[in-house]
């Protein structure tokens, strides 16, 4: 059994945008101990779980969320998906103050911060990398760069997963 | 490969005057580092350009002509945003990378097109994928064997394969060993000493005998709902022979290519430059002749051993139609 990932949808605000963002967030709950029931693998935007696309794509077919498709500034398209926030079913797990931090926390952070911090923990907790700094600078680069692996660490740590 | 002191590679590399480990490091990068990264892995890297052509031309699929030598005069190096898509530019990320004057969109279009369709036509066809299915049903067969520390019928205990698959076994001089005559060699002996699936699987390679495929978006085409209803209850009915005489291969193509993750990867995405030096995403223009690259296509197919396991789910299909 898997969490309900419309409601999801509609905890953090009725509206998560990106895939990334999404299979990011979904991670990160997993591990702060929401048992979202999905298994996940290591691609090119860090740990992502083929189930979790494919109830995604179901709940999108039966209508039960929305995929709004939206295009940056240069043209570059991307997905937001849309709950709405009136309908109030299987919310629970995602209400208790802490989940609801960690969601506004994650919402708060750019996708690209959310993939580093996920990749973070997926180096130091599932492969088990020794020196994992030097292992996200070499699979992430540029990403790693302005601040924004400061501002992972600080997402892990305000999730209290963070690495030693 | 690369990497390895003992491989041709790395010293003629050397050789070259190039160091193999930076080469080694190019290629293992997920994010592009430099201009040198795109020429390895961009929208136009110089494998894309290469299989396109040639995979066209050996395997006589008659659609997908480019226009290399219009495409090569039009490349340009750019600034790209290699960010996920979906901040909308707040938390960039910009490498140089390759993208195409404008004068070159239409070539680009063609060039993406002619990889989607050798994806459609070639790379995803289902006797293509069936027979992969078997060779991977096969080596997990293997895996398992050897995980269990039983023998299996057909193989001895120190064949390359079996080394590949013991444990700790995945070394690059064991996936050396590991070439053309090995591996048949082994379906050979499996068909001939093997037992149960192993012997199944290895005698079809052999004969060419491709498993029965049902195909779930040729079942119920522009039908989604009704796929996915398929698609259930051929989880349920098969859960039992699931990787052992049924086999399930999902695949998603989008205008980039195959999709391994949450989307295509950034450096992937064909950047046009406007004359003003703007850069524009290929499928943003409004008189663009293909479709949005953020279109999935979904690839679902269930291959079957038996003739009889492919019935009943043909009269899944039929019962879901309402026949």
Known sequence: ?164 | MIKDTSSPIGSILSRAGVEPNEVAELVEAETPEDMYHAVVSSSFDADRLDYVERDRYMTGVGAGAIDCEWLMDNVRVAEIDVSPAGDNGSDAAYRHSFCLLYKAREAAEDFLLARYRLYTNVYLHKTTRGFEQLIAALFRLIAESVDRDEPLDGLEGDHPLMKFFSKNGETIENYKALDDVVVWGAIHRFAVAGRGATQEIAQRLLARRRPHCLDVQISFPQEPELQRRLKRRLGEEFKEQLNDRVFRDVAKLSLYGEIGGDDSRAQKRLMIQLPDGKLKEITDFSDRSIAQSSNERQFERYYFLNESDYTRAQAMVAAIRGQ
């Open chain 1, 1 to 164: 059994m898997s969490i309900d990932v419309p409601s999801l949808v509609r905890a953090a605000g009725g509206e998560i945008v990106g895939k990334v963002r999404l299979q990011k967030m979904v991670y990160l709950l997993d591990q702060i101990g929401v048992p979202t029931g999905f298994s996940f693998s290591y691609h090119h935007y860090g740990p992502y779980s083929d189930e979790l696309a494919e109830v995604v794509e179901d709940d999108v077919i039966f209508r039960r969320m929305k995929a709004e498709r939206r295009r940056r500034s240069d043209g570059v398209p991307y997905i937001v998906y849309r709950a709405d926030t009136a309908s109030t079913a299987r919310e629970s797990v995602f209400a208790q103050p802490r989940m609801n931090a960690a969601l506004q926390a994650m919402q708060h952070s750019s996708a690209t911060v959310l993939e580093l911090a996920a990749t973070i923990h997926w180096l130091a907790f599932v492969e088990k990398v020794g020196n994992w700094k030097a292992e996200l600078v070499r699979r992430k680069g540029i990403k790693t760069k302005e601040g924004r692996e400061e501002k992972a660490l600080a997402l892990l740590k305000d999730l209290q997963i963070a690495p030693a």
